[in-house]
């Protein structure tokens, strides 16, 4: 019943349907025989929130993690209605079945509050913040926004829930580097985490721990538990916030910091770290892993180099060549950036992209 070596990237010897061999069917018999029981993959957890017109950016996101993951994943997806059926059409698509799952779901608030919670910052951003009361069977989570793009392993990232010490409870990179540049120490007219503020596109979660945890805050002396919390500091602080449910971030873990992990700047890699001149000095040493690209810089002309990055990504079909069809065009695109800041240190956008599409090309060429 031995079929050809079929091993692949995506498929490797030990994931293979029942009924190929693989590597070797000496080894398949023995696991047989003596009955070996093979431990469950763990799958990493990553949700995301999409509204209005960011399907496109979503999708881009979520290939980018494919491309960049070792263990399998688990989206969940919280999406307005009138998107579930294009998420479907284009993910049931995707020759990679084996390698994730997928869950939709509503916009949900809180019923009693849900227009303030709408209407917070972007439509549904505030989404994030209900997680861990709406994925309650989810021990841990890594949340992102839909303008985040994977240059490293995701499993890189997950692996840091390992490093949390027993009070920390979240894993966040600063909003800045440099405070020169800062929003929360310049303008902010409430209380922030550390010198310049956390900033929430990229968020590692003990979602169990959340949930177990009882809060200092400035609302009571009682300590209050995550759910009893956002209600409470949105009304106090509603006409004070600029950023929505990220300064609701910054309030909670301002009175709690030792409940953060702080992750360097290149998990979370923002125009501000190049625009004026390179300070994430992690990127310039090791590359970027994790690209974000907010204030709509992936669909304007403000910053050609993060539009290539997505571009080049959105446009890679899997099963291609990632060199030829992926890393090759943008470097070609990167070399028309370098009369920006940012363009100038292109390098540092395809340096660790290089190094991961390295490891799916030898994955690939074993197939």
Same mark, same amino acid.
Request: a positive charge.
């Given at each position: 019943r031995c079929k050809d070596l079929s091993v692949s990237f995506w498929n490797p010897y030990w994931m293979l349907p029942s009924d190929v061999c693989g590597m070797s069917c000496f080894w398949e018999s023995a696991l047989s025989k003596y009955n070996f029981k093979r431990k469950p993959v763990e799958k990493m957890q990553l949700a995301v929130v999409a509204c209005g017109e960011r399907l496109e950016e979503t999708v881009t996101m979520l290939k980018s993690a494919l491309?960049?993951?070792?263990?399998?994943?688990?989206?969940?997806?919280?999406?307005?209605?009138?998107?579930?059926?294009?998420?479907?059409?284009?993910?049931?698509?995707?020759?990679? $079945?084996?390698?994730?799952?997928?869950?939709?779901?509503?916009?949900?608030?809180?019923?009693?509050?849900?227009?303030?919670?709408? #209407?917070?910052? #972007?439509?549904?951003?505030?989404?994030r913040l209900f997680l861990p009361l709406i994925l309650k069977d989810v021990d841990s989570l890594l949340y992102v926004d839909t303008d985040i793009l994977f240059l490293r392993p995701i499993d890189d990232l997950w692996s840091f829930l390992k490093e949390f010490n027993s009070t920390q409870i979240a894993a966040m990179a600063p909003e800045h580097e440099e405070p020169r540049i800062g929003w929360y120490n310049r303008?902010?007219?409430?209380?922030?985490?550390?010198?310049?503020?956390?900033?929430?596109?990229?968020?590692?979660?003990?979602?169990?721990?959340?949930?177990? #945890?009882?809060?200092?805050?400035?609302?009571?002396?009682?300590?209050?538990?995550?759910?009893?919390?956002?209600?409470?500091?949105?009304?106090?602080?509603?006409?004070?916030?600029?950023?929505?449910? $990220?300064?609701?971030?910054?309030?909670?873990?301002?009175?709690?910091?030792?409940?953060?992990?702080?992750?360097?700047?290149?998990?979370?890699?923002?125009?501000?770290?190049?625009?004026?001149?390179?300070?994430?000095?992690?990127?310039?040493?090791?590359?970027?892993?994790?690209?974000?690209?907010?204030?709509?810089?992936?669909?304007?002309?403000?910053?050609?180099?993060?539009?290539?990055?997505?571009?080049?990504?959105?446009?890679?079909?899997?099963?291609?060549?990632?060199?030829?069809?992926?890393?090759?065009?943008l470097e070609m695109e990167l070399q028309k950036t370098t009369h920006t800041y940012c363009g100038r240190i292109h390098q540092v956008f395809t340096k660790q992209l290089k190094k991961s599409l390295s490891t799916l090309r030898y994955k690939l060429s074993e197939g």
């Open positions: 491309l960049c993951s070792i263990k399998p994943l688990q989206f969940h997806i919280f999406a307005e209605d009138e998107l579930h059926a294009k998420f479907r059409s284009v993910l049931e698509t995707w020759p990679l $079945q084996e390698k994730f799952n997928y869950t939709l779901y509503p916009i949900t608030f809180p019923s009693e509050n849900a227009a303030d919670w709408k #209407k917070l910052f #972007k439509p549904c951003a505030s989404q303008f902010a007219r409430h209380p922030y985490y550390g010198k310049t503020g956390i900033n929430s596109g990229v968020v590692l979660m003990n979602m169990t721990r959340i949930m177990r #945890k009882y809060f200092k805050n400035d609302l009571t002396t009682a300590r209050l538990q995550w759910g009893d919390l956002l209600m409470p500091l949105l009304k106090k602080y509603k006409l004070n916030i600029t950023w929505g449910d $990220q300064d609701l971030l910054n309030i909670i873990f301002y009175h709690n910091p030792e409940s953060l992990f702080v992750f360097p700047c290149h998990w979370n890699y923002r125009p501000d770290h190049c625009i004026y001149g390179s300070n994430c000095k992690e990127a310039e040493a090791e590359g970027v892993f994790v690209l974000h690209g907010n204030r709509g810089v992936y669909h304007n002309e403000k910053q050609p180099v993060f539009r290539a990055v997505y571009e080049a990504i959105r446009n890679y079909s899997f099963g291609d060549d990632p060199f030829r069809s992926l890393l090759h065009p």
